[in-house]
């Protein structure tokens, strides 16, 4: 069998790429201004189907979203077949085809394609695919579908929904009458695995009080108005920023983000937050997850990702020892180079903590290695994994007293409120109140685990991002050559100082992180540390005084 070229020549023709753009595929697919992405979408439609094929039929995942990005923005990411991101080395290949200059090009590289990856044309091929609440995304949307005729693919339209969500389904349809069976393929099946979990692990819990979620105008806040239903008392929520066909509204001073960088409440829920009361922003696409609470003085205090996986982590590290599985179940934690040292010290002192290069993919990769493996970004975006063998510890081991019962059954509840594909904000949200409601936490008790250091994170534009290499999980500079010695002098100038370089992967800057005891001493070593930079390359500041990224 070969591939329909006629077809792919025909609607290839319609979708032609725009001369003076240049694609990457990244951690977060491809993305860019939604309209310049359509001859992206075709070219990754039939990507897609090329991938279940070489993959024996099963199920890809394509999800149109530019998840925080501002709404004139969209993209697209492709979904492997147990809900998680796209193999590292096919990113080269997506590249390659996005960036085929014309239809002859296209056809070229999709024919070398095919004869270096040996793909078996024969074979079916099976997506599943949905969009965000962004107004470019029907149009996108369209041209991902011509690629799926021009290849003859078997497409499953799952419509408006979570990023998290379509990772479900993907894993759910790919696992289903298998012993492996991840959840019923459909959103209800989604909405009923969580909230049943949940309902369990808060069973005989005091009541607790609604929870305020700023759904960033996006589409999560669909999906959340969903899952209240499902829980119905067990958990209030008030959910605000649900304007998700109000024009420019996605992300625009609200959300994960907003909260993450401006380290402030978005202005559109402060007459909604009383002091003591607890809140939390998701993201555009749902994937990202921050808390925040004011105090007495209504002052803002940030529960941000770093937050979340110590609360989350020293929870499981607990339930594990409750169950008397200390011996034969590790739970182990991934971070960042971006992760706070007072998360990080904190964490240290009660189970064992890696540090990988920033980028999904590679943390969830090293938490893999763990029999439960927590990982989070300081921006909300993270999950726990439990490995097939530790599921199946949990399945048959034999508690001894009722305390270890107990404790086992909260355990294998949490394998279900988890979404274990992906960051999930809504999951995650679970997750973090169901600890919350077992400590009889409120946010006071959860942010005085650790003290976060103060931290700046500032950029600086350069010439060329690609002189700047790193090691150590990015966290020390191997070039420039002598620059990281002067790094280092500068940062044993202050207490508790830590700080940082390392190049974008997607545009040409280089971002500099700086801690320190105080916070004026952060900023300063932060600033310092950019002229460092802008002295070595002779960049341009990329953000005017007090913006920072």
């Known amino acids: 069998m070969s591939l329909p070229i006629d077809d792919i020549r025909r609607l290839a023709d319609l979708h032609q790429k725009p001369r003076h753009l240049h694609f990457q595929y990244g951690t977060a697919g491809f993305r860019t201004i939604g309209e310049n992405l359509e001859s992206v979408m075709f070219k990754v439609g039939i990507l897609a189907g090329l991938r279940s094929k070489r993959l024996d039929g099963h199920t890809i995942g394509v999800m149109v979203t530019a998840s925080h990005n501002p709404e004139p923005d969209n993209g697209v990411k492709l979904v492997d077949p147990r809900g998680e991101m796209l193999e590292a080395s096919w990113e080269s290949h997506a590249t390659a085809l996005a ?54 693919v078997e497409a499953r339209n799952a419509g408006v929904t979570t990023t998290p969500i379509l990772h479900y389904l993907v894993r759910a349809i790919n696992t289903k009458s298998t012993k492996d069976t991840y959840g019923d393929d459909s959103v209800e099946g989604y909405m009923q695995k969580l909230s049943t979990a949940f309902k369990k692990l808060v069973a005989g819990k005091p009541a607790s009080p609604p929870l305020i979620i700023d759904c960033a105008n996006g589409v999560g806040a669909e999906a959340a108005a969903t899952l209240s239903k499902y829980l119905g008392e067990s958990l209030p929520l008030i959910l605000l920023n649900t304007e998700t066909t109000t024009p420019g509204a996605l992300n625009h001073a609200c959300g994960a983000d907003f909260v993450k960088t401006q380290q402030k409440i978005p202005p559109s829920l402060s007459s909604h937050i009383k002091a003591g009361q607890r809140a939390c922003s998701l993201d555009g696409d749902a994937d990202r997850l921050m808390y925040f609470y004011l105090d007495d003085r209504s002052q803002f205090h940030m529960l941000d990702g770093d937050k979340i996986a110590a609360l989350v982590a020293a929870f499981i590290v607990d339930l594990v020892k409750s169950a008397g599985l200390e011996n034969e179940v590790r739970v182990g934690i991934v971070q960042t180079a971006y992760a706070n040292g007072g998360s990080t010290k904190y964490l240290s002192e009660r189970l064992p903590v890696r540090c990988v290069p920033t980028g999904v993919k590679h943390l969830h990769h090293a938490a893999e290695r763990y029999d439960v493996g927590v990982y989070f970004e300081a921006n909300g975006h993270g999950t726990v994994l439990f490995s097939p063998e530790t599921q199946a510890t949990l399945a048959e081991h034999q508690p001894s007293t009722p305390a270890q019962s107990t404790a086992l059954n909260h355990l294998i509840n949490l394998t279900q409120v988890i979404n274990q594909t992906v960051g999930d904000a809504l999951s995650d949200m679970l997750l973090v109140e169901v600890v919350l409601a077992h400590r009889s936490y409120s946010g006071v008790e959860w942010d005085s685990l650790y003290v976060d250091l103060p931290n700046r994170l500032v950029k600086v534009v350069v010439p060329d991002r690609s002189i700047f290499k790193t090691e150590d999980a990015e966290r020390r500079l191997v070039s420039p050559s002598g620059l990281q010695a002067r790094i280092d002098d500068l940062t044993r100038k202050y207490e508790a100082g830590r700080a940082f370089v390392r190049p974008s992967g997607t545009e040409d800057v280089v971002r500099v992180y700086a801690e320190a005891r105080l916070r004026a001493q952060a900023d300063e070593l932060a600033y310092r540390v950019a002229g460092l930079v802008y002295d070595e390359t002779g960049g341009d500041p990329a953000t005017r005084p007090g913006e920072f990224l």
């Open 99 to 152: 960036n085929a200059a014309d239809t002859d090009a296209f056809i070229e590289v999709l024919k070398n394609l095919v004869k270096t990856l040996k793909i078996d044309l024969s074979k079916p091929s099976r997506v599943v695919y949905a969009r965000d609440t962004r107004p470019s995304g029907p149009a996108l949307v369209a041209a991902l579908e011509d690629g799926f005729t021009a290849l003859g």
